[in-house]
């Protein structure tokens, strides 16, 4: 009885332990070893490993059995040893295929396994980058959610002093209208940021593989070098798994190339006849004449040609891309910090300053409670403006350093 009790809580313990609350590191850690996307590129790799084996070899030999010469008419006519030709057949042949051939088809399957290599980076750094974003995004919601609490906590306060003032005749009633239209507002705004959290979350569980994911710790600062960024385009994982795809597509050509050479085959057959005649050994070899090459091999190598030049153009288009994706987010990322600056030494502080001086103002009776609850209201939107623009500059940190710099370890 007592185990039956206590099995709830045990079937919750490891959910309860696998929750703990994730730092940056940690969610990037577990998004690398959780994301089914990340296995799946990397079982994909092991396949064209596994495959690479068997490229280049020779094929399988082939068995054959028989009956020549079985006679069917006449006097001998379906018997065994009725005809000196007649003969039980068994036999062995072997394809072999030009020296080229396969060392082409063994060059290609390498070029395969660099591609899934190339394509398994790619995919973990997309991961990290998406977890990143998710965490830092899930981090500023978390920041903004308690601000708006903040400052929702403190109008709620100047609620009974506006009743008061209209009770006593020193407010109009319908200034009371104004304090419970900035609650709303900000109500309005606190919805939104909930779902904000909750959107973050649900994409931070898609890669860490948390069901409802909790973080801690400081949000990362990540240093912005765009010279270094630049420098290391030629590194990009996209463009590395671009590159191999260009690799197995020039490899497609030599394959195409080696089929105008001719291919071997052998046989080997051991013939068994009546006892009265001998047996019978024959052997044999085929080889392939490719007389027609224009019309079948030529067009083929004209086909891994064109491939191969689509993927030296996928490659250049793809590095022309990243390298203009990187310039725009360098030139975003100056924009926002500006901003954020702006905000933090000009906005913010001159919001703080107003909210003060309209609240020694309402204090001495030379405002009313309106103005104090309108210069609340812009601190508070004024400490949201600087919270969003430091969220947009957290994530273009992150996204330039993640997506073009070195891996964070």
Do not use: C
């Amino acid at each position: 009885m007592r185990f039956l009790l206590l099995a709830p809580l045990l079937a919750v313990l490891p959910a309860a332990a696998h929750a703990d609350p994730l730092t940056f590191d940690e969610a990037l850690t577990r998004a690398a070893a959780e994301a089914p996307s990340i296995k799946a590129r990397g079982l994909d790799a092991d396949a064209r490993r596994s495959a690479a084996t068997a490229a280049g070899r020779l094929p399988d030999p082939r068995l054959g059995v028989g009956l020549d010469n079985f006679p069917v008419s006449g006097p001998p006519a379906f018997t065994y040893a009725g005809d000196s030709m007649t003969m039980a057949r068994v036999g062995i042949s072997q394809d072999v295929p030009n020296l080229a051939k396969r060392r082409a088809e063994a060059a290609r399957a390498r070029t395969e396994i660099g591609v899934a290599d190339a394509t398994l980076i790619a995919e973990t750094r997309r991961v990290r980058v998406a977890t990143a974003l998710a965490w830092i995004d899930l981090a500023f919601a978390e920041r903004r959610l308690t601000a708006i609490d903040g400052v929702l906590a403190r109008l709620r306060e100047f609620v009974p002093a506006s009743a008061a003032g209209i009770a006593s005749g020193g407010s109009r009633p319908a200034q009371a209208l104004d304090i419970r239209q900035s609650i709303a507002g900000l109500e309005d705004r606190r919805s939104e940021v909930a779902a904000e959290v909750a959107r973050a979350k649900a994409v931070l569980a898609r890669w860490t593989g948390d069901a409802d994911p909790e973080i801690e710790g400081a949000i990362p600062d990540f240093a912005v070098d765009p010279a270094a960024l630049r420098a290391a385009i030629e590194r990009h994982p996209d463009l590395l798994a671009a590159i191999a795809r260009t690799r197995r597509a020039e490899a497609g050509i030599t394959v195409a190339r080696a089929g105008k050479r001719p291919d071997w085959s052998f046989d080997l057959s051991y013939g068994r006849r009546a006892e009265r005649y001998g047996d019978m050994v024959s052997v044999g070899a085929t080889v392939s004449l490719p007389l027609f090459t224009r019309k079948r091999q030529d067009p083929m190598i004209d086909a891994s040609v064109a491939d191969a030049g689509a993927a030296r153009a996928d490659e250049e288009d793809l590095r022309r891309g990243l390298l203009a994706d990187l310039e725009t987010g360098i030139a975003d990322h100056l924009m926002h910090h500006e901003q954020w600056m702006r905000a933090q030494s000009t906005l913010l502080p001159l919001a703080r300053q107003r909210a003060d001086l309209e609240i020694a103002s309402y204090s001495a009776g030379r405002a009313s409670l309106t103005d104090m609850i309108a210069a609340q209201t812009m601190l508070a939107d004024a400490s949201l403006t600087a919270l969003d623009r430091e969220a947009t500059v957290a994530r273009d940190g992150a996204r330039l350093a993640l997506t073009y710099g070195e891996d964070r370890s």
